[in-house]
């Protein structure tokens, strides 16, 4: 990753957004938008959630409230699919740069351990946050990750209480949970007044990634925009209606707020 000026990093922080479905996409570059995020580390300000919109999500926020606050008072989301630019490009609207989970969390590492900044990973099935941090750290020797935790509790249980309680007793400066949208954000939304870190990441299934449970789509699919079918390929009975149903109804959803936009710019 390029070295950034303290120039190039403030003017990432104001590099400005895209509005899809209403809720502010960062248009800044993945690399700047890393050197901020993790530059929110030992700030002394309240803790900062960063959170990603896709397809899928936007879908869902259009559905239920709690997720649609979650994102709305996040500090930073930015564009985690092809999706979103479509939308933005039928919209009129800037395009966000696309920044991958599989793609930006070596980068992290490697920022993690120049920096001497720790991670915690929540989420995902037993074992699979654990093996994850394994990977990175394989790739990364010196990349404190202080804990792991899978995401199969219930919000509110006793045993969200003792997940909570295990990440403030090892302080971790960047928290990364993958326990699926709408439950990882309702679940920051919930909590980070009550976290001990500098800064709350929801992060999808990225650890099935990282940790090679799950493989990752050729890039002849992934560059451009199709991954979603080698998805749809390797998990049919998970992912067959968030991409079969929800693609088309994210389309139709952009299509008309397109035409509601062109008829409110028409003159009178």
């Known amino acids: 990753m390029p070295e950034l000026t303290q120039a190039a990093i403030g003017s990432a922080a104001h590099a400005g957004q895209a509005r899809i479905f209403e809720l502010p996409i960062e248009l800044g570059h993945p690399d700047e938008l ?5 530059g929110w580390v030992g700030s002394g300000e309240p803790t900062r959630r960063v959170m990603y919109v896709n397809a899928h999500v936007l879908n869902q926020s259009r559905e239920d409230p709690a997720l649609r606050t979650a994102l709305e008072q996040a500090d930073l989301v930015y564009c985690d699919g092809y999706g979103v630019r479509l939308a933005a490009k039928a919209l009129s609207a800037e ?10 969390i070596w980068n992290l590492a490697a920022l993690c351990e120049e920096q001497d900044r720790s991670v915690y990973l929540l989420g995902c099935d037993p074992g699979v946050a654990a093996q994850a941090g394994q990977r990175l750290r394989r790739a990364h020797p010196r990349l404190r990750v202080v804990g792991t935790h899978h995401g199969y509790f219930q919000i509110g249980s006793g045993h969200d209480e003792r997940v909570i309680e295990d990440i403030n007793a090892r302080k971790p400066d960047i928290l ?35 940790s090679g449970r799950v493989p990752r789509a050729p890039a002849s699919l992934s560059d451009n925009g199709l991954e979603w079918i080698f998805r749809l390929a390797i998990e049919p009975k998970r992912m067959w209606r968030r991409y079969l149903v929800g693609n088309p109804v994210f389309l139709s959803r952009v ?3 397109a035409r509601q936009r062109h008829a409110g710019a028409q003159p009178e």
């Open 34 to 38: 890393l050197q901020r995020i993790v």
């Open 255 to 257: 299509m008309a707020q």
């Open 176 to 210: 990364l949970v993958g326990m699926g949208t709408p439950k990882q954000e309702i679940w920051a939304q919930r909590t980070v007044d009550r976290l001990n870190c500098d800064v709350l990441w929801s992060v999808g299934a990225l650890f099935d990634f990282v």
């Open 95 to 104: 395009i966000p740069h696309r920044m991958t989970g599989a793609d930006w």
